[in-house]
């Protein structure tokens, strides 16, 4: 039973993701983002897949962590992809004053 309930909570988490995922690569920033709470999102998704791993209880479950750690993993590229667009437009911001 305490499978499911994790499933539950791992769910919740990858029903909210999308959501902000589509809001950063809408915005096009990375501004009021931040990358220090996704990289520590992240490594709890490790730490839970090697709980797992450590406890010789790999089922279904896994997979769920899978698929979060991949959705974190997508807004960081798209935080990157942001980061890297602020920095162009800072450039021409800078070439357009000079």
Same mark, same amino acid.
């Given at each position: 039973?305490? %499978? ?52 010789? %209880? ?35 911001? %800078?070439?357009?004053?000079?």
């Amino acid at each position: 039973m305490s %499978s499911v309930f994790e499933v539950l909570m791992l769910l919740c988490f990858a029903v909210s993701w999308p959501f902000n995922i589509r809001a950063s690569y809408r915005a096009r920033t990375a501004r009021f983002k931040s990358v220090m709470f996704e990289v520590i999102i992240e490594i709890g998704y490790v730490f839970g897949m090697l709980n797992k791993v450590v406890n010789d %209880s790999v089922n279904y479950v896994f997979a769920f962590y899978i698929l979060d750690f991949a959705l974190v993993a997508i807004d960081l590229c798209l935080y990157i992809r942001n980061r890297r667009l602020d920095a162009m437009r800072e450039q021409e911001g %800078s070439r357009e004053g000079a």
